[in-house]
């Protein structure tokens, strides 16, 4: 290798540092295009997010109000239920009661029958 004079190596070197250095401007151009770019899609992504939670806190008021609802006219069911049943039990207890009564005045007259016949016959 032969000996060149400083000058041409240093003007080498001098265009070298200036492609480089051109090089990373654009980098550091297209680094900055794609941080804007990513703050944008985070921003989108961002509002959809609290589009989503808006729509899915309006469900749950939705969701709230109509199982309030539907509390509301199980309770009337269940009300009109127990009033049924209670009718149906009072219905059930006077009867019990009549056909209590009616055996036993029926077993009243037997046993009277029963002991003046056997007084009869004795």
């Given at each position: 290798?032969?000996?060149?004079?400083?000058?041409?190596?240093?003007?080498?070197l001098?265009?070298?540092?200036?492609?480089i250095?051109?090089?990373?401007?654009?980098?550091?151009?297209?680094?900055?295009?794609?941080?804007?770019?990513?703050?944008?899609?985070?921003?989108?992504v961002?509002?959809?997010?609290?589009?989503?939670d808006?729509?899915?806190?309006?469900?749950?008021v939705?969701?709230?109000?109509?199982?309030?609802?539907?509390?509301?006219?199980?309770?009337?069911?269940?009300?009109?239920?127990?009033?049924?049943?209670?009718?149906v039990?009072?219905?059930?207890?006077?009867?019990?009661?009549s056909?209590?009564?009616?055996?036993?005045?029926?077993m009243?007259?037997?046993?009277?029958?029963l002991?003046?016949?056997?007084?009869?016959?004795h």
């Open positions: 290798m032969t000996a060149q004079p400083w000058e041409p190596r240093v003007s080498r001098e265009g070298a540092i200036e492609q250095a051109d090089r990373l401007t654009d980098l550091h151009g297209d680094m900055a295009g794609l941080r804007t770019e990513m703050n944008g899609l985070r921003n989108d961002d509002t959809k997010i609290d589009h989503l808006a729509k899915i806190d309006h469900l749950d939705k969701i709230d109000q109509r199982l309030g609802h539907l509390d509301v006219k199980i309770d009337q069911r269940l009300g009109h239920l127990d009033v049924k049943i209670d009718d039990r009072d219905s059930l207890d006077a009867k019990i009661d056909h209590f009564r009616w055996t036993l005045g029926t009243v007259a037997l046993i009277a029958a002991g003046a016949f056997l007084h009869f016959v």
